[in-house]
């Protein structure tokens, strides 16, 4: 058990469709990231939020964008929905503590875009 | 360039023997830390060991140690007395680099399927 939750668990949209995926970080972690893991592969880095602002981003479009919360929640946002957004998308909360800042997962939620 | 590399895309072991895992790196940066994450079927990543650029020794987490070649760029993760329930996916992730007031991205690479047979 990380802590962090995710919702939810599995979700079917339609091309041209928006999306609003949620997570609930470990207490006190003031950090939280998100990552886009397609079939077969591993995940790859989409954004992170530190302090509720925008720390930092992958190579993903506009069209994903996120918000982080005061009360240790987050939203991640997609936009325009197409087929390759079908994916597992973690999320993963961290409290920056020096050197040994390790990011705690949870357990995704599987979006299927028809 | 890939900046993560595990060339093993699926590996099996005897129940409660050792098996090693590869993961090769690649980094200019001097200040970096590299992790170990296992996800089973289930799709949640379960962070399992960390070792930092600076770290003198090798870490070890109960059965599992990391072997850091740092002159080699490898950071192979070895299992002992392997179980049934290791059998999942094992991928390794590299940070680089650390700012004050956030953190970087973790890059990952590909995984590799481990099955422990009984």
């Known amino acids: 058990e990380t802590g962090v939750t995710q919702s939810p668990t599995h979700l079917i949209k339609t091309r041209g469709q928006q999306v609003t995926l949620r997570c609930s970080s470990q207490s006190g972690h003031n950090t939280v990231s998100w990552y886009q893991q397609a079939l077969g592969q591993g995940p790859q880095f989409i954004f992170q939020y530190y302090r509720e602002e925008e720390n930092g981003r992958g190579n993903f479009p506009p069209r994903f964008s996120g918000l982080q919360f005061p009360n240790y929640s987050s939203e991640l946002n997609v936009n325009a929905l197409e087929l390759d957004d079908s994916a597992l998308y973690l999320c993963?909360?961290?409290?920056?503590?020096?050197?040994?800042?390790?990011?705690?997962f949870g357990p995704g939620t599987r979006l299927l875009v028809l | 360039a890939q900046k993560i590399t595990q060339t093993q895309p699926g590996m099996f072991v005897q129940e409660k023997e050792a098996v090693t895992l590869d993961c090769t790196y690649d980094?200019?940066?001097?200040?970096?830390?590299l992790f170990w994450y296992k996800q089973p079927s289930s799709g949640e990543m379960i962070f399992l060991i960390y070792?930092?650029?600076?770290?003198?020794q090798n870490a070890t987490e109960g059965r599992y140690s990391l072997n850091f070649q740092k002159a080699r760029k490898s950071a192979n993760l070895v299992i002992s007395a392997s179980q049934l329930g290791d059998s999942a996916m094992y991928f390794c992730a590299m940070r680089e680099g650390w700012t004050q007031g956030g953190s970087e991205k973790l890059v990952f690479g590909k995984g590799t399927k481990l099955t422990v047979n009984p």
């Open positions: 980094t200019s940066d001097p200040s970096y830390g």
């Open positions: 993963a909360s961290s409290l920056v503590q020096g050197l040994r800042e390790t990011q705690y």
């Open positions: 070792q930092g650029s600076y770290d003198q």
